[in-house]
């Protein structure tokens, strides 16, 4: 199944920007919990729906995608907890955030139109 390159560029941009994020975290604030956790599902999204571009079905296809819609949605968890603990402020909350919404709207209308193609 073929993935837009839409989805597959802006999946990648965030997760470098999460990768900096990280490496901000880690060593200018000492933060090493809370930064771990959303490295891993920041940059989990672009690698799903790598996942998803390989896949052998509709049925994984539509998996793939729904973990990567997820782990969106656990990111801007983790965002928002990273703003309220004070370790990122809110401009830099906004921004990532902006950009995480933005890849979970591009992957719900993904999944709605797998859901009207069944």
């Given at each position: 199944m073929a993935v837009s390159s839409v989805i597959k560029d802006k999946s990648l941009r965030f997760a470098f920007r999460i990768v900096k994020l990280y490496?901000?975290?880690t060593e200018k604030k000492?933060?090493?919990v809370l930064s771990k956790q959303?490295?891993?599902c920041g940059t989990s999204i672009g690698a799903n729906v790598e996942e998803a571009h390989g896949a052998i079905s509709k049925k994984d296809f539509s998996n793939?995608?729904?973990i990567a819609?997820?782990?969106a949605r656990e990111t801007l968890y983790w965002l928002k907890l990273l703003q309220k603990g004070e370790f990122i402020n809110q401009k830099q909350c906004d921004s990532l955030?902006?950009?995480c919404e933005e890849l979970n709207k591009i992957l719900f209308s993904i999944l709605k139109t797998m859901r009207i193609e069944k």
């Open positions: 490496k901000y975290l000492k933060e090493y959303v490295l891993k793939k995608i729904s819609y997820k782990e955030s902006k950009d």
